[in-house]
């Protein structure tokens, strides 16, 4: 049984799309151990506790400075004692002692198709803006596992999404997130699950 550990900071879709893969079959063998969100209002939490799994925040503003925060979010992961951790729209940069603590065990889902529109600065809306401003035709997301970088890590999975004359940043979030995030996600983690971390051969 895989054990996860997925950490949010808003709407909690991701998770979402994680906690029904995993009770309709298309994420195997895995449990979701453990909801951490570093935002006490994240609408996360709420699908969490909805579906009787622990969810806890662990929010800077509780700490007096990030040394103290990082080390008390590490607490946290290791509580719950993870074989993966997953970053579903998680706004917090993952210090370097929780990656070397857990490394190559760590993935983040990117609303693009990565290395376009990535690294420092990018996430959220400001994604899909700096898509449309480049009039690019199609765009995406990425599940990639997480290294000292900024979405830098090796990539797992990837799935494209036609950008429409019409879209805004808002209606172009939207279909990626329903086209791409949501079936993305749940299949990366389904295949460690079934494969394992280091058997990873994406096919
Ligand atoms: C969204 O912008 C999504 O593209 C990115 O994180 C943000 C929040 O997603 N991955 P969620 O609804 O909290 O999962």
């Known amino acids: 049984m895989l054990r996860v550990v997925v950490c949010v900071s808003g709407g909690g879709t991701n998770l979402q799309a994680i ?4 009770a309709d079959g298309r994420i195997a ?8 969100s570093n935002n006490a209002g994240a609408f996360a939490l709420e699908r969490a506790r909805r579906s009787g799994i622990d969810a806890v925040c662990v929010s800077p503003r509780d700490y007096e400075d ?3 925060f990082h080390g008390a979010l590490l607490e946290r992961v290791n509580g719950f004692a993870p074989d993966l951790i997953v970053l579903a729209g998680f706004l917090v940069t993952i210090p370097p002692e929780m990656i070397r603590a857990y490394p190559n065990r760590i993935i983040n889902i990117h609303p693009s198709l990565i290395p376009s529109f990535c ?3 990018y996430y959220g809306l400001k994604v899909h803006e700096a898509a449309l401003k480049r009039g690019v035709k199609v765009t995406g997301a990425t ?5 000292e970088g900024t979405d830098t890590g090796p990539i797992l999975l990837q799935k494209s999404v036609e950008v429409h004359e019409d879209d ?3 209606t172009l979030q939207r279909r990626v997130m329903e086209e791409a995030e949501w079936v993305i996600l749940p299949q990366a983690i389904d295949r460690i699950a079934r494969k394992g971390h280091m058997e990873w051969n994406p096919e």
């Open 19 to 22: 906690i029904d893969g995993i």
């Open 29 to 36: 063998d895995t449990r979701i151990v453990g909801v951490i």
């Open 143 to 147: 599940v990639h596992y997480v290294d």
């Open 66 to 68: 990030r040394a103290a």
């Open 119 to 121: 690294g420092v600065g």
């Open 168 to 170: 805004t940043p808002k």
